[in-house]
């Protein structure tokens, strides 16, 4: 073995200080620059004035080294050398290395704040685990100043705001994605960035999960093949908050959880003690799939009432001042809003009872729940000067739909089509056939569909294995009679972009291939990402943005936990549900307006929501909830009616 050099020591031994960070580089130079006016000083003592010692030469040639200025002061030629030298030294050790040092020490300082990993040191804040494309839409609706986070942060004595986002990377773009939202941009002070995973426990402690008021887990799109999904992260992050809460002898914070699957709903439960409520997104968006195939239309109000944008929502107000009335005297006072029926306190969580009779009298922790455009539209007014005239809605047995045959093409492929049979062969009313065209292997969508649940089987599938996008493989298919074609997000694209595009370019070839056939069936589109639904041409198809619709269900349970029991009876099959009716179904002699609507509708034992009209206005929009009760109806010929009702449980 060859011996190493004094050289290749003292560049390895220089190295290893350098790679220490700043101070040591520092100390680096600093000895450096001793060495240097040592052997300076030692150089120009010959030439030192009489009386003069070693140490005043090297302090004459520290200061030559650290001060150029002394340059021209020196005579001799010798000694104008060695200063000449030491100046031209100090210009490269002293001044470039120690600038270089300090700027990239402060630049490394700049990087790191700017990566997020400080900790935060803020309590009753909101806390979103994760960057998806749910966040976006999740912080519209928190900023949302109807919304009702700022309802909760007020209950909780809080003055302001504060918006905690952890994700894995914090980057310009991610900053740029949020300026671009006009609520949001003018909202940035109050949001605060940090990154790292909720795998990590240190990095769910930087974003101070156990003083926060909410933590919101947003779900996240998932290849098929992907082993670390979603779900799994969130378990992960609940079983961390669980461990973190009890080591340090705090209540478990109150979370909000999305997951994909709803089977796994016991095992999140099973992780967390703490105060929860789960979105399981693959039954809510199958739910609101199956309601709109069966009722087409139905996408339009599912995005006024379950996104935020204008229009009318679902509100949960209390009765401290209405207990001991009957709901037919709390709905004369709410000349703005609907009455949809009330929760009911049952043991440790609530029973929906919508739809209810209207002389149910209030009892002490009732909740109503409203229709209205505002969280104050929705609360009773008891000094109203002109009350409405008081509704006689009877309890009747409910009643049956059928619906008969429904043949349905489902294009593309994704988790949930399996969740969606599920949920369509819950409608005993109507016999189901979907044909199922993708790139997928029957065979494996066949396991897929089985391995769900046993009711699938109640659900005839027929698969084609063929590119939706080639018009070839469709022109075929669509010369059948379908009474609905729906075009699926895929999950096997990188982005939701990518899924996006496959899909709204399916929707422009279906809408060409059926431009000559006489039977116009119903297209549905689905979509992943948020900023895609002003793409769509509404000529005759709809969509349904599940990220905006799953965003808006967080941000509203995180207020109001007993919501998410109500939307679940809603948007179920059996029970209370929201179904469009023809006019010729009740007696319209004597209707004028909506308040003879709602009083004729009433006596059948129902609800009136609004109506679907026919044509579109000018915005394209078909749907009327909740309109002023003295405003001349004006049905024309197709035109439906909105109306909450009550089926025959499954």
């Keep these: 073995m060859l011996p190493f050099s004094f050289v290749d020591r003292l560049r390895y031994l220089v190295e ?47 200061l030559r080294l650290t001060d150029p200025g002394y340059l021209g002061d020196d005579e001799g030629t010798w000694r104008r050398i060695v200063s000449t030298a030491l100046t031209v030294s100090g210009y490269v050790v002293f001044l470039g290395a120690l600038v270089a040092i300090m700027t990239r020490w402060l630049i490394d300082i700049m990087v790191k704040l700017e990566q997020g990993l400080t900790p935060v040191t803020v309590t009753d804040h909101i806390v979103i685990l994760g960057w998806t494309n749910r966040t976006i839409p999740l912080v519209q609706e928190i900023l949302d100043v109807s919304g009702g986070i700022q309802r909760l942060l007020r209950a909780r004595d809080t003055k302001r705001l504060r918006l905690v986002i952890l994700a894995d990377e914090i980057n310009a773009d991610r900053v740029q994605e949020l300026r671009e939202i006009p609520l949001i941009r003018r909202s940035m002070s109050n949001i605060i ?49 669980q461990a973190q809460a009890h080591l340090r002898g705090t209540a478990p914070p109150y979370v909000v959880a999305e997951i994909d699957d709803m089977r796994k709903l016991n095992v999140l439960r099973r992780a967390y003690s703490g105060p929860l409520e789960v979105v399981a997104s693959d039954a809510m968006v199958s739910r609101l799939f199956a309601q709109s195939l069966v009722h087409p239309g139905m996408s339009e109000l599912f995005g006024e009432v379950m996104t935020v944008h204008e229009g009318n929502e679902f509100y949960i107000r209390s009765t401290d001042n209405c207990v001991g009335q009957s709901l037919g005297e709390i709905g004369r006072h709410a000349p703005q809003a609907i009455l949809c029926g009330l929760m009911r306190p049952h043991g440790d969580s609530w029973r929906t009872w919508l739809n ?16 209205a455009r505002d969280y104050t539209h929705a609360e009773p007014q008891n000094n109203t000067e002109q009350p409405l005239r008081a509704l ?3 309890q009747r047995q409910p009643k049956a739909e059928s619906g008969g045959l429904r043949r349905m093409l489902i294009l593309g492929w994704n988790r949930r089509v399996p969740a969606l049979i599920h949920e369509l062969a819950g409608y005993t009313g109507y016999h189901f056939e979907v044909h199922v065209v993708a790139v997928i292997d029957p ?36 010369q059948q009679r379908f009474d609905s074609v729906l075009l699926l997000s895929s999950d096997r ?58 965003s808006h269900l967080m941000a509203q349970i995180a207020q109001r936990r007993e919501l998410g029991l109500m939307l679940e009876e809603l948007f179920t099959t059996g029970g209370a ?25 009433a006596l059948q034992g129902e609800t009136a929501l609004g109506i679907y009209r026919n044509k579109p206005d000018e915005q394209g929009r078909r749907l009327q909830l909740n309109p002023p009760r003295d405003q001349p109806l004006r049905l024309q010929q197709g035109d439906q009616l909105v109306v909450l009702t009550t089926l025959p449980e499954g």
């Design 193 to 241: 960035l940090r990154s790292g995973t909720s795998l990590q426990p240190e990095d769910l402690d930087r974003v101070a999960c156990l003083q926060a008021a909410v933590v919101l887990i947003p779900g996240r799109n998932q290849s098929a093949n992907e082993l670390l999904t979603g779900d799994v992260e969130t378990i992960k992050a609940l079983l961390t908050l």
């Design 16 to 62: 290893r200080q350098f790679i220490k960070g700043a101070h040591y580089q520092l100390l680096v130079v600093a000895a450096f620059i001793a060495l240097i006016s040592l052997i300076g000083g030692w150089l120009a003592w010959p030439s030192a004035p009489e009386g003069s010692n070693l140490a005043d030469s090297v302090w004459w040639a520290f």
């Design 493 to 550: 694209m990188d982005s939701g972009e990518e899924a996006d595009a496959r899909a709204m370019v399916g929707y422009l070839v279906v809408d060409e291939l059926l431009l000559e056939s006489s039977h116009k069936p119903q297209i549905l589109l689905e979509l992943s990402d948020p900023a895609n639904d002003a793409l769509v041409v509404r000529k005759r198809g709809e969509s349904i943005v599940s990220p905006m619709i799953l």
């Design 443 to 478: 065979l494996e969508r066949t396991k897929e569909i089985s391995a769900y649940s046993e009711l699938t089987a109640g659900v005839s599938c027929q698969h084609t294995q063929a590119d939706y996008m080639v018009e070839g493989a469709l022109r075929g298919l669509l």
């Design 392 to 394: 006689q809605r009877p």
């Design 577 to 601: 549900q929201i179904v469009f009716c023809k006019s010729s179904d009740y007696s319209m002699q004597s209707v004028t307006t909506f308040a003879d609507l709602e009083a004729v509708i």
């Design 356 to 371: 209810a009779p209207s002389d149910e009298v209030i009892r002490q922790g009732d909740k109503i729940v409203m229709l």
